[in-house]
């Protein structure tokens, strides 16, 4: 049994890995393609899109690895029973709790490897990333960088420039200045330079016209310029505000500042508490996603048809129960104390898996269940 525990477990998680790379491309094209237009189309590089491809990975890792669990559970057992091998240790006399060892060993593996995302990878990974979008944000220089379309670096500027040459000089400049709320300015330009100098940067517009409008007087005055430097630092705000975000935050950060979490974060204890116990509940509900795949299939008699009817039974069963981890997160989201709530899914899993492990060991009790009432 020591070289069979080997051998189910190696299917276990080879299974396991390729249902999750599938699962992870089909996610990551999905996110990908909006990732690309978005910053592509802000000017960034090629570089810059594979960077926060790479840092949203472990988040995406963590979303599928409970499915490509339960997957993995369901198609080894499935073409085990095809394959008779089952059959074979079954007739020997292996129980199904015997039968079950390497399915609990698969789930407690994978529950390990998804509490080191949860507790530390994702939130690594997320912080790096929220920098990163904070970086190209102030980087105002890319995002006017952009020909033939009106940008908006604020909602009271808009920028237009028609083609960037390849020595980087801009033609054809509009810039629309609304910060003002006494005076709207309109500069035209047919070439501007920017130039950075430290951390400012400047737009030096040349051959261009100004356009001032006074909003209470409505009235309009024009000035033609030879060159007029244009500080487009101010447009983008650098003085970020620094709030804790939780999600971002590694498990031991969140345990040792447990009493200022809140006011840092601006969030109520309930949302802190739901976002570090699912840290832990979502790694040992993998535990039971893997034995509801094995013990709902070790229970289905012998059918031409196939195990459907029990795949169907076992999905069920976790939509049921990942639906009602959503539900009681909402609960302890309103009500820190709640948060053994969270762990509830998964031991309603265990539960129901013990019960058909149970079923399968001792199937002639729902005979003799029947004979009673027959005789009554």
């Not at 409970?66 to 057992?77: K, L």
């Not at 006399?93 to 080191?116: N, Q």
């Not at 009106?150 to 909602?155: C, D, K, Q, V």
């Not at 709320?181 to 047919?190: C, H, L, W």
Request: glycine share 6%.
């Amino acid at each position: 049994m020591a070289k069979f525990d080997r051998y189910m477990l190696s299917q276990l998680l080879v299974l396991f890995g390729f249902f999750a790379l599938v699962l992870v491309s089909i996610f990551w094209i999905n996110r990908a393609v909006v990732l690309f237009d978005r910053l592509i189309g802000d000017g960034q590089t090629a570089l810059v899109f594979l960077e926060f491809t790479a840092l949203g990975l472990p988040s995406l890792i963590a979303t599928v690895l409970p499915i490509a669990t339960f997957a993995s559970a369901v198609y080894v057992i499935n073409r085990m029973t095809t394959d008779s091998e089952l059959t074979a240790l079954q007739a020997t006399g292996t129980g199904p709790w015997r039968l079950a060892r390497p399915v609990l060993v698969f789930g407690i593996c994978v529950a390990l490897f998804m509490a080191t995302l949860s507790n530390v990878l994702v939130p690594l990974a997320q912080s790096q990333l929220k920098e990163r979008e904070q970086e190209i944000v102030k980087n105002v220089t890319s995002r006017l960088l952009t020909e033939g379309t009106f940008l908006h670096p604020t909602s009271q500027v808009t920028f237009y420039t028609r083609t960037i040459d390849a020595e980087g000089v801009l033609h054809d400049v509009f810039v629309s200045d609304r910060r003002n709320p006494d005076q709207g300015i309109i500069y035209t330009a047919s070439q501007a330079y920017l130039i950075r100098g430290g951390e400012g940067t400047t737009l030096i517009m040349v051959d261009g016209l100004a356009q001032r409008l006074e909003r209470n007087s409505q009235r309009l005055t024009t000035a033609k310029f030879a060159d007029f430097s244009f500080d487009i630092s101010g447009l983008v705000s650098k003085n970020v505000e620094e709030i804790m975000n939780i999600s971002n935050t590694t498990t031991f950060a969140l345990l040792a500042n447990w009493s200022s979490n809140s006011e840092r974060s601006g969030k109520s204890a309930g949302q802190i508490a739901e976002e570090l116990h699912s840290r832990f509940s979502r790694p040992l509900f993998c535990i039971a996603a893997a034995l509801i795949g094995f013990a709902t299939l070790l229970i289905g008699g012998f059918s031409r048809f196939g195990v459907w009817r029990e795949i169907g039974l076992a999905f069920g069963l976790l939509i049921f129960l990942d639906g009602l981890r959503g539900t009681l997160s909402s609960q302890v989201d309103a009500n820190a104390q709640l948060w053994p709530l969270l762990y509830l899914p998964t031991v309603i899993g265990l539960l129901i898996a013990s019960l058909m492990l149970w079923h399968a060991a001792n199937p002639a009790w729902l005979a003799r269940l029947k004979r009673r009432k027959a005789a009554t």
